[in-house]
């Protein structure tokens, strides 16, 4: 029968036939062969492979296992082992051009971005990890402003919907404000103060009752790497306790993410809202965002940092 002058396939048998275990589990000593050449109704094509198909059924027998259920007959193709050898080869080149991709890719973005600033050769590690930062950038962003596109076709019908040109201007003019003041604020000026106020309170202090002669040198660069450490240990010191209030809102500041511009949302969950008494608004706001914003940026590159939004509480 043809389909438009498509004939449909025969089944042909161009190849072999092996007899080969039907299990992994079946009795054979090492030094002997397990496969045997043979007729598609499993007779021996050879001498040598009668021989080796009697020795085989003796020690099933001698197992007390059953030969014909050990093994089986199987339909080898023409060519067969050229096409593993192909198949092994292109598998390999292929993983070879993906590894390869991968790490030309960011590299070559990565001196790209450098020869913006400076002339001089970057070492190509910080050349891969700058352009894998630089792509994933690029994948966040194409990320949001299509989420930013959905959200605003998914506003009423009644209401007027704004350009998404000037939506999404409008949006990451926001975000860029939100992100620029935590960068500095919890990226820099906190972990720096952290430092300093261990250095004054307690490791100045001992260190001139040691020797009196000293003369104080502080470098704000080592404060600030010192100060990244400090509130480091101190996030997972406080994760190793019971989970609390404060844990709990920054669990679900990290995991809804800082993209939303929905503050509630990101400061409440839909088996129990997290309302400080109205004494502490303020302070666990603030509190709030400094635990997550040092912990954000003390993994800086490890995971990086997503976006910014404010917080806001429900009063009782």
Same mark, same amino acid.
């Given at each position: 029968?043809?389909?438009?002058? /498509?004939?449909? !396939?025969?089944?042909? =048998? ?14 054979? !000593?090492?030094?002997?062969?397990? /496969? +045997?050449?043979?007729?598609a109704n499993g007779e ?28 089986? #007959?199987?339909?080898?193709? @023409? ?36 020869? %913006?600033?400076?002339?001089?050769d970057v070492h190509d590690?910080?050349?891969? /990890? ?9 994948? *966040? ?18 209401? @007027? ?17 939100? *992100? ?24 100045? @202090? ?7 002669? %000293?003369? !104080? =040198? ?6 600030? +790497? ?6 480091? *240990? +101190?996030? =997972? ?8 209030? #404060? ?18 949302? *990101? ?9 400080? !008494? ?15 914003? /040092? ?5 800086? @590159? ?13 009063? =009782?």
């Open positions: 029968m043809t389909v438009a002058g /498509i004939h449909d !396939p025969r089944n042909i =048998h161009d190849g072999s036939f092996r007899r080969v275990p039907a299990s992994d589990n079946v009795a054979l !000593p090492r030094e002997m062969r397990a /496969i +045997a050449e043979v007729y021996p094509v050879t001498e040598a492979a009668a021989k080796l198909i009697q020795m085989q059924n003796a020690e099933a027998e001698k197992a007390k296992r059953n030969p014909k259920s050990d093994y089986t #007959v199987v339909y080898i193709p @023409p060519h067969f082992r050229y096409r593993i050898i192909l198949f092994i080869s292109a598998l390999w080149v292929a993983f070879a051009i993906f590894v390869a991709i991968s790490l030309s890719v960011p590299i070559l973005l990565g001196r790209s971005f450098f020869k %913006l600033f400076t002339a001089r590690g910080y050349s891969f /990890i700058t352009g894998f930062y630089l792509l994933w950038a690029c994948y *966040i962003i194409g990320k949001a402003v299509d989420r930013m596109d959905k959200r605003r076709q998914r506003r009423g019908p009644d209401g @007027p919907r704004a350009e998404f040109p000037v939506f999404l201007a409008k949006r990451s003019l926001l975000w860029l404000a939100k *992100i620029s003041y935590m960068l500095f604020f919890l990226g820099l000026v906190i972990p720096t103060l952290i430092s300093l106020v261990m250095d004054f309170y307690i490791i100045m @202090p001992i260190r001139l009752a040691v020797n009196p002669g %000293l003369k !104080p =040198h502080i470098r704000i660069v080592d404060a600030w +790497a010192l100060g990244l450490l400090y509130a480091k *240990i +101190a996030v =997972h010191v406080h994760r190793l306790q019971r989970p609390t209030l #404060v844990m709990r809102g920054l669990n679900n500041v990290s995991v809804k993410s800082l993209m939303f511009d929905n503050s509630t949302n *990101i400061t409440s969950d839909r088996q129990q809202r997290l309302d400080p !008494p109205r004494s502490l608004e303020g302070d666990q706001r603030n509190y709030w965002t400094s635990i997550w914003g /040092i912990d954000t940026f003390t993994t800086l @590159p490890c995971r990086g940092c997503v976006g910014i939004t404010t917080y806001s509480f429900t009063p =009782h």
